[in-house]
């Protein structure tokens, strides 16, 4: 599949709706534990979805159009999501990722993207130059990534409990 | 976390709703295509699920609770759904499965089921003896580990798209 703007949009806009179909009123048991050490449970990973919203996505997307010649990106924190979610409920980062998710995708729309501009690139810390349209593609497969992991790391609170069938549920063996 | 059949039934009525939310009216760029020879599309994993709902699932959970001293499961049909969805829309398996589950949570729940009704046991074609907490409990991992399976489908579409970042999305080498 080629890349297409609107296909892109039409995932990310699901995003907060199918983790709040997901998560919303589900029993910590579910949300708050993780696949062991340095790993992220549900609630860790909302709140590095929350990050991203902030300070990765729309930030790098305005870098790469804007007129300034500055290109650079700023590294993105990988840990930023412990302080910031210490003390929040699930509930509040749920609504609180809807709300930045739809303000963000309001933007990406009011930028009006043509093609070309889908080529301009940016300065990544690490990869160097990179294109709007690789940046765009990676926050929609970034997105699936992470509700994949959502998936992942639930099912794994019932990896004592299946008995013989872990043998077919590759998923409690990642 | 322990077996627990509320904790169960909370994730198992959130599938459809959660399946609706992210792929009812998508692209079937996004909904049709797979990883590549001899791998499903979310699509197929749809049809995958409702084959689950009609001879799987509560049948064998009837079978284990019944009277009736023949405690054998028929084997499950991994390729049921190829000929079952075809002709179907996406939108069509969406709200079938919906039905189906719904339906299926209604009579696990009209059961009643006794803690000690959890430890009672079928007989598997493959696995020999399997207790109801392990079948419920499968239930739930598979439902996990198919969202998680169609994330990752629909992420790869993008394989190409994403450049350098491939290095840290893990989903798309898989």
Same mark, same amino acid.
């Given at each position: 599949m080629k890349f297409d703007l609107e296909k892109s949009i039409s995932?990310?806009?699901r995003t907060p709706v199918v983790l709040n179909s997901y998560l919303k009123g589900l029993s910590e048991d579910w949300t708050n534990h993780n696949e062991g050490e340095n790993t992220?449970?549900? $609630?860790d990973i909302l709140g590095h979805l929350i990050v991203g919203e902030k300070t990765d996505w729309i930030t790098r997307t305005q870098i790469i159009v804007s007129d300034n010649p500055d290109k650079n990106f700023?590294?993105?924190n990988m840990a930023a999501q $412990?302080?910031?979610?210490?003390?929040k409920s699930l509930e509040h980062l749920l609504s609180e990722f809807e709300v930045l998710r739809n303000e963000n995708l309001k933007k990406l729309r009011a930028m009006k993207l043509t093609d070309k501009q889908m080529s301009l690139t940016g300065f990544h810390p690490e990869f160097g130059e990179v294109s709007l349209k690789e940046l765009v593609s990676t926050w929609v497969a970034h997105d699936l990534g992470h509700i994949a992991q959502i998936s992942r790391v639930m099912a794994k609170q019932y990896k004592s409990e299946v008995g013989p069938w872990i043998k077919y549920l590759g998923i409690l063996n990642k």
């Open positions: 995932i990310l806009e992220w449970s549900p $609630f700023k590294p993105f $412990f302080e910031y979610s210490k003390g």
